[in-house]
Every structure is written in structure tokens, then in C-alpha cells.
């Protein structure tokens, strides 16, 4: 509305001759029209308005709970994180954190770890494992000449831990591997419900890079892996724990056997029975070392896929000559013997007593007598071949002593033949 209709409005209006004049009347006009404003402003809202008001606080207080519960996930998955990485820690012991030992909490790390340097560089800012970075983490492990030089403390403690330094600096990566698969398993019984899919996976990678390992050995400098494996079988018997090498192996031949892109399993394996070769054919019928590596062979030949290429690994490569057979590991094994191996050559023999004080004709009753026992016999019943680690090992023996021994070889061999099963 404009002055001058305000001003008409206002003239025309009876009660306006009540004022002294007509500016006192607008002046009283104006004095009502603002306390009305001010009245207006103070009264409730509308209903609407209300309305619009109660939305708004909902919506302030919804995005609050938000928040609270991205905060609270958050600390839940910075715990998962942590947990992880500790875990991983403890399975492998590598870590990608050097910092103050004093600063850490030492609740559930292990207390050596590898510092894996170059890729702790590589990650900048990320100083923790997790599931996204583990197996290049393994490798960067597995590649590593001298793990020993990359030792860090993890802990404050200042106590000399020469078992924690062995485990973490393993330089021979197909025990540290074997290690790392015994650490997971420990893991799975212990870890709560959210992590056990973690450890699992953990396990999974140290028989997975055991694979690769036995795929592509020329990748890791200075690093025999058929030797590691041979000696890791050989330490397990005279462990007592053959079982749990045993359980690892399996689940590597598994692996080994889903893909034989790279490597047929035969190519794989031929290389254990070669050092197997080498090495018995220079031991004695009274050496107890021998024993240790015929169980080994036994337990090959009782494994299913491991039989078929021994089976294949004791062909002559000319059958027509019967010396080849000799030259075979079965023939190697089968030649073992306490007979001399140069007749009436009887120095430096360890099975007979005293053969630099013996006449000849003594030795000569004492191969006579070898000679009348019935060995075949006793090969109905093959002896336990852990029971020649009871006896006490002596180059001076005895001719029933050897003879006894002998007997255990033949056994051994019987129990082989037994096995057709495994070959088919």
C-alpha cells in the first residue's frame, strides 16, 4: 500500500477526529501496526512451522547417531586391523613397523621379527600387514640371502632370545615355510570367531609359496630346497614328530598336483630321490643314519602319488644290463650288505671283530656261518624299522649283530613289494 492511499485510508476513517489532527492519527497508526508486528513475532508457531522445527532437530540428531556409529566401526576395524597384523607377525614373523620397541604394546607380537625394509619404503605411510599385502610380504621374505642381517627387536625386553633369533632369521626358506605352516595351525585353535578365516588363509599361503617353491628353485639364490626337504624329513624321524612334516607334505603334493604347468609332479620329485641316492650309497649296514633315510623311502613309497615316481625313479636305463640295476636306489639299497665286499680284503670292515687279530681261517668260519643263516624266513614277519634307533651305533660289531641289521634291509624291501596298491 502506498502513503497516499494510507493517508486516505486514514482520513476517511470516523474515528480520526478524535485525534488533534490527522498527523497525530497516522503517527498513533504507525505505533499499533509496529506492536502488532512485535506481538506476531512472539506467538507461537504454526503448526507447520512446528513441524518444519521437529524435522530439523530429527535430522540433526540422526546425523549425530551417523556419526557415533562411523566412529564406532571405525575403532572396530582399526582393532581387526591390528589384530591381523599381529597375527601375521606371529605366523611369519616379518613386519613392516621399526619403530621404538618402548612405544609398542607388546600384547600378542612376537619378540623378533624381519624388518622388510625395501617394501616398507615401497608403502610409505602403511607400516602394518593385512590379507592385501601378505603374500608379496612372504616373497619379499623368501628372497632374502641372509634374513639374519634384517632382525629387529619387537619388544623392550632385553633378555638374549637365541630360540626367537633362530626362528625368525631361518635361512633354509623350506623349513622357515614349515615353521610358518606350524605357527598358522597353532593360530587357527587359538584366535577368536572373526579372525579364524584369516589364519586359515595364512596357512593356505605357506602351502601355496611351498609350491612355488619346489616349481621355481632357481629363483632363490643359495637356497638347496630338495636338500631342506630331504634334511627337514631326516630331523622329523630323529624328532619323533615325522606326523606333522608328514601332514605338511601331503597338503604340498595336493597343491603340486593341481597344476603341473611349470613342472610335472615327477619333475618336481625325481631331485629328493637323487640326494636320497647319493647319500645312501655311501652309508653301512650298522650305520643307524641309514635307517632314518630307509624310512623315508618307506614312508614314499606308502605315499599314492610319491609311489608312482619311485616306482618309475628304480628303472634301469638299460634294462638288458643287470649291473644297472645295481645302480638303481632299490639296487643301491639291496647292496648294502656285512659280507666283505672284496673277498678276503678284511681291513677297515666294520663287521667283524677285530679283523686285524683274526686269522684267516677265523674269518673264513665267520663268513661260513653268515652264509648258513636262513634270512628269507624271517622276511614274513619285516621288523619295525624304528627299532634300530634303540641300539647304540659301533663300527665294532658283532657278525649276529650286522646279520640282524641285514635282515632289517631285507624287510624293508619286502614291505616295498607289498605295496602294489599304491601303484595302480
Known amino acids: 500500500m502506498t502513503d497516499q492511499e494510507n493517508n486516505n485510508n486514514i482520513s476517511s476513517n470516523p474515528f480520526a477526529a478524535l485525534f488533534g489532527s490527522l498527523a497525530d492519527a497516522k503517527q498513533f497508526a504507525a505505533i499499533q ?62 613386519t613392516l613397523d621399526n619403530s621404538d620397541p618402548n612405544l609398542k604394546s607388546e600384547n600378542g607380537i612376537p619378540s623378533r621379527c624381519v624388518y622388510l625394509e625395501e617394501m616398507a619404503v615401497e608403502l610409505e605411510d602403511q607400516d602394518w600387514l593385512d590379507m592385501s599385502n601378505v603374500e608379496q610380504a612372504i616373497f619379499a621374505r623368501l628372497l632374502l640371502q641372509d634374513p639374519g642381517n634384517h632382525l629387529i627387536s619387537m619388544t623392550s625386553s632385553t633378555t638374549l632370545n637365541l630360540s626367537a633369533d633362530r626362528d625368525a632369521g631361518e635361512r633354509h626358506i623350506f623349513c622357515y615355510l614349515y615353521s610358518c605352516f606350524q605357527r598358522a595351525k597353532e593360530e587357527i585353535t587359538k584366535v577368536p570367531e572373526n579372525l579364524l578365516p584369516f589364519a586359515v588363509q595364512c596357512r593356505n599361503l605357506t ?39 608328514t601332514e605338511f607334505l601331503e597338503e604340498v603334493i595336493e597343491a603340486l598336483l593341481l597344476d603341473e604347468e611349470v613342472r610335472t609332479f615327477p619333475e618336481v620329485m625325481i631331485p629328493v630321490f637323487d640326494i636320497l641316492l647319493g647319500r645312501i650309497k655311501d652309508l ?84 661260513a ?8 624266513p624271517r622276511v614274513s614277519q619285516p621288523p619295525d624299522l624304528r627299532r634300530a634307533f634303540s641300539q647304540e651305533p659301533c663300527r665294532d660289531k658283532a657278525v649276529s649283530t650286522s ?10 624291501c619286502h614291505n616295498i613289494i607289498k605295496l602294489p596298491s599304491y601303484w595302480e
Open 369 to 376: 656261518n653268515i652264509h648258513q643263516v636262513e634270512l628269507f
Open 33 to 94: 501496526k509496529e506492536q502488532l508486528k512485535q506481538q506476531s513475532d512472539e506467538l507461537p508457531a504454526s503448526p507447520d512451522d512446528s513441524d518444519n522445527s521437529v524435522s530439523e532437530s530429527l535430522d540433526e540428531f540422526d546425523y549425530s547417531v551417523s556419526e557415533i556409529s562411523r566412529s564406532f566401526r571405525s575403532q572396530q576395524e582399526i582393532c581387526e586391523q591390528l589384530n591381523i597384523n599381529h597375527m601375521i607377525q606371529r605366523i611369519f614373523l616379518i
Open 207 to 245: 602351502v601355496s609359496n611351498t609350491r612355488t617353491v619346489l616349481l621355481t628353485p632357481e629363483i632363490y639364490v643359495d637356497q638347496n630346497i630338495h636338500e631342506q626337504l630331504v634334511d627337514l624329513m631326516l630331523e622329523a624321524i630323529q624328532g619323533a614328530h615325522f606326523e606333522d612334516v
Open 403 to 412: 646279520l640282524g641289521k641285514q635282515i632289517d634291509l631285507i624287510g624293508f
Open 284 to 367: 653301512e649296514l650298522c650305520q643307524i643314519l641309514l635307517y632314518a633315510y630307509l624310512d623315508i623311502i618307506l614312508y614314499f613309497t606308502r605315499q599314492k602319488h610319491m609311489a608312482k615316481v619311485f616306482l618309475e625313479y628304480i628303472q634301469p636305463k638299460d634294462p638288458s644290463n643287470g649291473q644297472m640295476y645295481q645302480k638303481t636306489l632299490l639296487g643301491v639299497i639291496l647292496n648294502i650288505s656285512c659280507l666283505l665286499k672284496t673277498p678276503g680284503v678284511v681291513e677297515n670292515h666294520g663287521y667283524f671283530l677285530n679283523p686285524s687279530r683274526s686269522s684267516p681261517q677265523e674269518i673264513k668260519v665267520q663268513e
